[in-house]
């Protein structure tokens, strides 16, 4: 089996070891940058011949032309592919959206992934990447919804480049004090607290609509390592989560539709 997520920044895929749990150990895996799909020809080749291949694709057609060509060199024309898509319902996961199709596959692959990890728990699901979106999986299994913000390099490349009399953030890493004494840091240490307090914002928010239910949070994304000690997540406990959505496609293909 081999698992795909396309994401409008990297590339990573893994082969799941027979016998594991989705929890995520793999046999292989890897990641690169998106401009550099057409490499893993290569690299895919050398894994011999493989079973279902299952992609989530969030970074449009010419991503999925070029990950489609790649595949068929890789494996032939034969080869298998599910292209993920959100559906009203899949791997005991129930999608509420008030239209299923237009949920991001990313999301609800990270959902999937979520519940399987944490069944039958009220979860947060947090997945900072180029955006952050912070969704609500609930304990009966239903994904409640969401919200979508800017990612952390996003939000300060943003701040940089409208703004005239600010300098440009070439890379984001947190400042010393949360009060910094020079711009640049400033920009971070904003951006950092206006990451923290949505999250924060959507576990008080699903306290309140299911008050006395105990709560987890999930952490993922590439930025999400840089924002769990800026995190106050109060009686709910922190899981950092590597690489949810491939962990979420596991589940899909296993589980069945």
Same mark, same amino acid.
């Given at each position: 089996? +081999?698992?795909?997520? !396309?994401?409008? /920044?990297?590339? =990573?895929?893994?082969?799941? !070891?027979?016998?594991?749990?989705? #929890?995520?150990?793999?046999?292989?895996?890897? !990641?690169?940058?998106? $401009?550099?799909?057409? @490499? +893993?020809?290569?690299?895919?080749?050398?894994?011999?011949?493989?079973?279902?291949?299952?992609?989530?694709?969030?970074?449009?057609?010419?991503?999925?032309?070029?990950?489609?060509?790649?595949?068929?060199?890789?494996?032939?024309?034969?080869?298998?592919?599910?292209?993920?898509? #959100? /559906?009203?319902? &899949?791997?005991?996961?129930?999608?509420?959206?008030?239209?299923?199709? @237009?949920?991001?596959?990313? &999301?609800?692959?990270?959902?999937?992934?979520?519940?399987?990890?944490?069944?039958?728990?009220?979860?947060?699901?947090?997945?900072?990447? /180029?955006?952050?979106?912070?969704?609500?999986?609930?304990?009966?299994?239903?994904?409640?919804?969401?919200?979508?913000?800017?990612?952390?390099? /996003?939000?300060?490349?943003?701040?940089? +480049? #409208?703004?005239?009399?600010?300098?440009?953030?070439?890379?984001?890493?947190?400042?010393?004090?949360?009060?910094?004494?020079?711009?640049?840091?400033?920009?971070? #240490?904003?951006?950092?607290?206006?990451?923290?307090?949505?999250?924060?914002?959507? +576990?008080?928010?699903?306290? &309140?609509?299911?008050?006395?239910?105990?709560?987890?949070?999930?952490?993922?994304?590439?930025? $999400?390592?840089?924002?769990?000690?800026?995190?106050?997540?109060?009686?709910?406990?922190?899981? =950092?989560?590597?690489?949810?959505?491939?962990?979420?496609?596991?589940?899909?293909?296993?589980?069945?539709?």
């Amino acid at each position: 089996m +081999l698992l795909i997520d !396309a994401g409008n /920044t990297r590339i =990573k895929w893994a082969v799941p !070891a027979p016998g594991l749990p989705e #929890s995520g150990r793999w046999l292989q895996h890897g !990641a690169l940058a998106r $401009g550099e799909a057409e @490499q +893993l020809a290569q690299v895919w080749a050398a894994l011999g011949p493989v079973g279902p291949v299952c992609v989530s694709n969030v970074a449009g057609p010419a991503l999925r032309d070029t990950l489609d060509k790649v595949l068929k060199q890789a494996f032939g024309a034969d080869v298998a592919i599910e292209w993920f898509a #959100s /559906t009203p319902e &899949r791997a005991g996961l129930r999608n509420a959206y008030r239209n299923p199709g @237009q949920l991001g596959c990313d &999301r609800f692959a990270a959902a999937i992934g979520a519940r399987s990890l944490f069944p039958g728990e009220e979860l947060v699901v947090a997945t900072c990447g /180029t955006a952050t979106t912070i969704d609500a999986v609930s304990a009966e299994g239903v994904f409640e919804g969401g919200m979508i913000l800017p990612g952390l390099g /996003t939000m300060a490349t943003s701040l940089a +480049l #409208s703004t005239a009399q600010l300098p440009q953030i070439d890379g984001v890493a947190p400042p010393e004090q949360a009060f910094a004494d020079n711009t640049v840091d400033a920009i971070v #240490s904003g951006c950092i607290a206006a990451q923290a307090g949505a999250i924060e914002h959507a +576990l008080a928010e699903r306290r &309140r609509v299911r008050p006395g239910r105990p709560l987890r949070c999930l952490l993922a994304g590439g930025a $999400g390592l840089l924002l769990a000690p800026h995190l106050d997540t109060g009686d709910a406990p922190l899981e =950092k989560v590597d690489n949810l959505v491939l962990i979420g496609l596991h589940a899909a293909v296993t589980h069945g539709r």
